[in-house]
């Protein structure tokens, strides 16, 4: 069945650092990949999407590209901020099925 | 707009009681989805409503779990005689596109459900 594998967490960085969080998935067909985030507190919001092959989509300073050859959508952002806390999910969506599919979860804590 | 609405949004009950949480999607959605976050499983779909109809309820546990949406808006998830592995937290999320694969979900706050 479809799944999605997210680099285990916790991570913890430092203000200004590079981050990449690495996400691969497996699916058949040509599903449309998302990053969902969850501030402390709050609800799971998209963060951004891309819905075919070499699509790279963008967001607050995050991206992350679609590549089918290595089946991987890795979320990466050139310098985090401590708002940038919080818990990030990978997912997936088939063509012809609704649900999402969700990673485990990587929490990110930004330190000062 | 408001967004996706649930209630409550904690409910502690014991075991072998039966709970009914609420879902209010955004207005105009017709994809409503059901989802379960818990330490153990992370992030778990429940069911899907396109309308009143559920074409998916592949993610429903056991036959204690179960859900409507009546008049296209409104869904209720029903857990009966509740044990204590059904402890999570339940999201509701709701889509205004069905039947793509771009399917952009706006999440409501969850419910946080706790068996004793």
């Known amino acids: 069945g479809d799944s999605v594998t997210q680099m285990e967490g916790p991570v913890t960085l430092s203000e200004e650092a590079f981050l990449t969080i690495n996400c691969t998935y497996t699916?058949?067909?040509?599903?449309?990949l998302f990053w969902y985030v969850q501030y402390p507190g709050e609800g799971l919001q998209l963060l951004l999407k891309?819905?075919?092959?070499?699509d790279k989509g963008s967001n607050k300073g995050f991206e992350a590209t679609y590549r089918k050859e290595t089946t991987s959508f890795h979320l990466e952002k050139g310098s985090v901020q401590v708002s940038d806390s919080a818990v990030y999910f990978c997912?997936?969506?088939?063509?012809?099925?609704?649900?999402?599919?969700f990673g485990q979860g990587t929490r990110l804590t930004i330190n000062p | 707009g408001a967004g996706v609405s649930q209630s409550p949004s904690n409910k502690v009950t014991e075991k072998g009681k039966d709970v009914e949480l609420r879902c209010d999607p955004i207005?105009?959605?017709?994809?409503l989805y059901w989802y379960r976050q818990s330490l153990g499983q992370g992030l778990e779909f429940l069911i899907y409503?396109?309308?009143?109809?559920?074409?998916?309820k592949s993610g429903l546990p056991s036959d204690r779990f179960s859900a409507e949406r009546t008049g296209g808006s409104v869904s209720t998830l029903t857990i009966q005689r509740t044990q204590q592995e059904d402890s999570a937290v339940y999201l509701c999320?709701?889509?205004?596109?069905?039947?793509?694969?771009?399917?952009?979900?706006?999440f409501g706050p969850g419910t946080r459900l706790t068996v004793l």
């Open positions: 409503f396109q309308g009143n109809s559920a074409p998916d």
């Open positions: 699916a058949t067909g040509y599903p449309s």
């Open positions: 997912a997936l969506s088939r063509e012809g099925a609704q649900k999402l599919v």
């Open positions: 207005s105009g959605h017709t994809a």
């Open positions: 999320a709701s889509s205004s596109i069905a039947g793509s694969s771009y399917n952009e979900q706006f």
């Open positions: 891309a819905t075919k092959a070499d």
